[in-house]
């Protein structure tokens, strides 16, 4: 009897440490993170950061749902605060029936050629979006890279390159009509003007395809990309930036509770 109470003690606590929420929904609303550092996010951890919502959930390492909590990624030992977790709590937060789903593939320092079909990243996103999706339904590809391809020679291909890789990612996840979100990059690197400047083009080239701007590269004197959910000069949040831009998707399930949300604005 003793040996039975101290091993369930144990299950307990092993699952409040790891996260874990208990069987999770499957009808979740579920979003791929692909990208480098920017999406991985490097942020410092602060305690708000490992709080977790029980609508919120993120695929683990292992495959497993979790509640979710920063970090989410989990792509090297110096993964801290990313966009992910932040721009789930406002998906619940314009929406408290939907149940959200994060599904984190970035890994930093990647380039747009390592997403290339067929390699390692690519094949590990395909196959845990696969997996997720038997809990739900994929809402939405969210997309932050480019200080690996940011030189002159990468950017004038960059939106060949891309078209392709997420056209094929599209029909390998049997989801074409899915849309797909690209992040700028931080206007504090002079080297990402170029990249930036060129995204407008990048996405016009792919159906469902918006992009995020960012108008503020500061913050204390701290660059955005060390913690995303800061203010930019219109007041958004960069999380909140990505789901203005889906607005104008009407594929995602979410889109009519976001429209009506006070805080965000309807594009045309």
Not at 59 to 74: E, I, M, N, S, Y
Not at 77 to 92: C, K, N
Not at 135 to 153: F, R
């Amino acid at each position: 009897m003793k040996y039975r109470y101290w091993l369930a003690c144990f299950c307990i606590l092993f699952a409040a440490d790891r996260g874990f929420g208990g069987t999770a929904p499957d009808h979740m609303q579920l979003f791929l993170l692909i990208g480098q550092s920017n999406m991985a996010g490097r942020g410092k951890m602060e305690p708000q950061d490992e709080v977790t919502n029980p609508q919120i959930y993120m695929l683990a390492k292992d495959g497993q749902w979790v509640l979710a909590k920063d970090p989410v990624h989990f792509d090297k030992p110096v993964a801290g605060v990313g966009l992910g977790l932040e721009f789930a709590r406002q998906i619940v937060a314009a929406n408290p029936k939907t149940t959200v789903g994060l599904i984190p593939c970035a890994m930093g320092g990647s380039s747009l050629d390592q997403w290339k079909p067929g390699g390692t990243l690519y094949s590990n996103a395909v196959a845990r979006t696969r997996v997720a999706m038997t809990n739900g339904t994929l809402a939405g590809i969210l997309w932050h890279q480019g200080e690996s391809d940011s030189s002159h020679g990468k950017v004038v291909t960059y939106g060949e390159r891309f078209a392709a890789m997420i056209g094929q990612l599209r029909k390998d996840l049997t989801a074409e009509n899915i849309p797909v979100i690209v992040g700028e990059l931080g206007r504090f690197r002079v080297a990402s003007a170029e990249f930036n400047a060129a995204l407008p083009e990048v996405v016009r080239r792919m159906p469902r395809c918006a992009c995020v701007t960012v108008r503020r590269s500061f913050r204390q004197g701290r660059p955005f990309a060390l913690r995303f959910g800061i203010a930019t000069d219109s007041g958004a949040t960069i999380c909140c930036r990505f789901l203005e831009a889906e607005l104008r998707c009407p594929q995602i399930a979410i889109l009519a509770a976001l429209a009506a949300a006070s805080f965000f604005r309807l594009y045309a």
